[in-house]
Every structure is written in structure tokens, then in C-alpha cells.
């Protein structure tokens, strides 16, 4: 009998396993959080098809997408805004839901980082302001890490305007570092972005459906 009820629990914890297993929800979250490159912003003021919204159909069809916030990302937006942001736990209505930001960051199976090309695309880059962003890109990924260290992917700069390659390889070169030291993905988009072909108009560092599925073809080869 006392056998009888060993073999009875051993069966009962191993089909309480493959239950599990077969049952749990592999859906995922994935929220954008940045500039107008997240959001495919374009030379035109509205909004277009971002690396962000390819990921999220990708998830779509494969019916495993839960939610897709990128309502946190804003044109014009610089990091100290955004590190402002989640000091301040800004909430917004999102699908008639109130959403703060870090619940969005902490949910995150999949988060994007794309902050910097708003605020120095048309800027010529001193050490100053290079030391400046980088202290900012620093405080920006210690508390996102706090707040979530699933797949966190962070976006390099690419080159345009007043800033030579060289300036913007030394910046990224210096992301990277911070991004790694976190154990965040890194996708360097600098040398990808260099052909007239991404850009809608060559006066606008704003790039066009190519350039942002090339974004996203990079993201899937790590994903």
C-alpha cells in the first residue's frame, strides 16, 4: 500500500510536468520604448512602418503576441526626457487602460531602445555632449535593468548631418560597452544605414520601410 501511494505521487508530479509544459502561455510582450526612429517616423511628421512594427507583426503571425506598447516612444523625445519618464512613473491611457511606464518596461518579454538620433543627428558632437549622452545612456539602462532583464535590445546611432562615421563608430563602440556590461543586446545599425537607398529624402536623417526592415532583419538574427 505505502508503495502504492509513492508510485501514485511520482505519476501525479510527472503529469503535473507535462501538463505544465504543454499548457504555459508562450505568448510574449513587446514594448518600444524611444525616439521617432521607434517609431518610423517620417520627413513628413507622421508616423510610418517602424523595425518595431515588423517585429510585432512577425509575433503576429506566429500567434504568440500578447501586447505591443509603443506608445512610450515620441518623436523629438531625448534620453533625459526619458529617464525623466520613469523617475516620474508617467502613466498613460493606452486601449482605454492606464499604463505606467515601468509596468510596461517590467512586462517587456521583448523590450527595444532606440534614443539618441532626434537629439544629435543635426548636432556636431562634442566630448562634452558625446560624455553628456553616454552618463545618460549609462543612468538610462542601470534602471531599466532593475526593472527587467528579459530580452532588452538596444539600437546604435547611425551616421548623419554634422557628425562624421568615425564620431558616431566611437559613441557606439562606447553603447555597446554599457549595453553589454548590462547583458543587453547590441545591434549596431551604423555601416547598414549608410546607403542612400534606406533614406526617403536627402535631407532628413528619417529612414524609409527599407531601412527599417533592415533594422528588424538584424534584430531577428539575434532574437
Known amino acids: 500500500m505505502k508503495k502504492k501511494i509513492i508510485l501514485i505521487t511520482i505519476l501525479g508530479g510527472i503529469l503535473s510536468i507535462i501538463i505544465y509544459f504543454f499548457t504555459q502561455n508562450n505568448e510574449i510582450t513587446i514594448v518600444a520604448i524611444g525616439d521617432g526612429l521607434s517609431i518610423g517616423m517620417t520627413p513628413y511628421n507622421i508616423d510610418g512602418i517602424s523595425f518595431n512594427d515588423y517585429l510585432k507583426e512577425d509575433y503576429e503571425l506566429q500567434h504568440n503576441l500578447k501586447k505591443y506598447i509603443y506608445e512610450f516612444a515620441s518623436s523629438r523625445k531625448t534620453i533625459k526626457e526619458l529617464i525623466y519618464e520613469i523617475k516620474e512613473n ?5 486601449k482605454n487602460d492606464n499604463i505606467e ?5 517590467n512586462q517587456a518579454d521583448i523590450l527595444t531602445i532606440a534614443i539618441g538620433m532626434d537629439e544629435l543627428a543635426n548636432t556636431k558632437i562634442t566630448k562634452e555632449i558625446k560624455e553628456e549622452y553616454l552618463h545618460d545612456i549609462e543612468e538610462l539602462l542601470s534602471m531599466i535593468k532593475m526593472l527587467n532583464q528579459n530580452q532588452i ?11 562624421d562615421f568615425l564620431t558616431i563608430e566611437n559613441i557606439n563602440a562606447s553603447i555597446r560597452d554599457i549595453a553589454l556590461a ?5 545591434i549596431d545599425i551604423n555601416k547598414i544605414l549608410m546607403e542612400n537607398k534606406y533614406y526617403l529624402t536627402q535631407d532628413s536623417y528619417y529612414i524609409n520601410y527599407l531601412g527599417h526592415q533592415a533594422i528588424y532583419k538584424e534584430i531577428k538574427k539575434r532574437l
Open 90 to 94: 508617467k502613466t498613460l491611457l493606452i
Open 101 to 105: 511606464i515601468k509596468q510596461a518596461l
Open 153 to 163: 535590445i538596444v539600437i546604435s546611432l547611425y551616421t548623419w548631418g554634422k557628425n
Open 182 to 186: 548590462n547583458n543587453f543586446m547590441f
